[in-house]
T-cell receptor, first 114, second 116 residues
Framework: AQTVTQSQPEMSVQEAETVTLSCTYD???????LFWYKQPPSRQMILVIR??????QNATENRFSVNFQKAAKSFSLKISDSQLGDTAMYFC???????????FGQGTRLTINP | KAGVTQTPRYLIKTRGQQVTLSCSPI?????VSWYQQTPGQGLQFLFE???????NKGNFPGRFSGRQFSNSRSEMNVSTLELGDSALYLC???????????????FGPGTRLTVT
């Protein structure tokens, strides 16, 4: 069975700062995807960024980038130039290839302060 | 294109009752997954349906069941409700998921179930 661990329950930074959210996972699968999802207060869960395990290059989406360390089973999210709208719960998730089931971490509540 | 819709958005039930939640996926999506979100247990996978068949199931008691219709709309049912069933129930839809390539899952707004 796969497990996903987020060790930071809460984080808080000032607007425009850079913040890094941590995630580790455990799996015996060789083909899988890793995701970061954002759940703003009282709003829908949306996908922030994804990483295919077979790709060595770290994924980036505008201000969001990941540091994927496959051997260490680590998958951190870096948010650059943080904005007030980044305030949300962030979930790290695992999905093995060919399946739809997502295994989520416990989440990190991120607050961006003005 | 309309997003994933879930009805009702809020629900209050009494212990022992049963409840049915509905999820309408994005048009053309054939896979629907359900998740339970609670402060204590986080997000947990309930089950996934594809082409009217349950394709995967999480570790929940038999009181939790679901189905999918020919138009891909899905329902989940919880019988004999317990206080611990109070949660946000999320559904997510995707095109297929059976191919080797990746397809994104889109989440609905959820149904907030409160059991008293």
């Amino acid at each position: 069975a796969q497990t996903v661990t987020q060790s930071q329950p809460e984080m808080s930074v000032q607007e425009a700062e850079t913040v890094t959210l941590s995630c580790t996972y455990d799996t015996s699968e060789s083909d899988y995807y890793l995701f970061w999802y954002k759940q703003p207060p009282s709003r829908q869960m949306i996908l922030v960024i994804r990483q295919e395990a077979y790709k060595q290059q770290n994924a980036t989406e505008n201000r969001f980038s990941v540091n994927f360390q496959k051997a260490a089973k680590s998958f951190s999210l870096k948010i650059s130039d943080s904005q007030l709208g980044d305030t949300a719960m962030y979930f790290c998730a695992f999905r093995k290839q060919g399946a739809q089931k997502l295994v989520f971490g416990q989440g990190t509540r991120l607050t961006i302060n003005p | 294109k309309a997003g994933v819709t879930q009805t009702p958005r809020y629900l209050i039930k009494t212990r022992g009752q049963q409840v049915t939640l509905s999820c309408s996926p994005i048009s053309g999506h054939r896979s629907v997954s359900w998740y339970q979100q609670t402060p204590g247990q986080g997000l947990q996978f309930l089950f996934e349906y594809f082409s009217e068949t349950q394709r995967n199931k999480g570790n929940f008691p038999g009181r939790f069941s679901g189905r999918q219709f020919s138009n891909s709309r899905s329902e989940m049912n919880v019988s004999t409700l317990e206080l611990g069933d109070s949660a946000l129930y999320l559904c997510a839809s995707s095109l297929d998921g059976t191919s080797g390539s990746w397809d994104e899952q889109y989440f609905g707004p959820g149904t907030r179930l409160t059991v008293t």
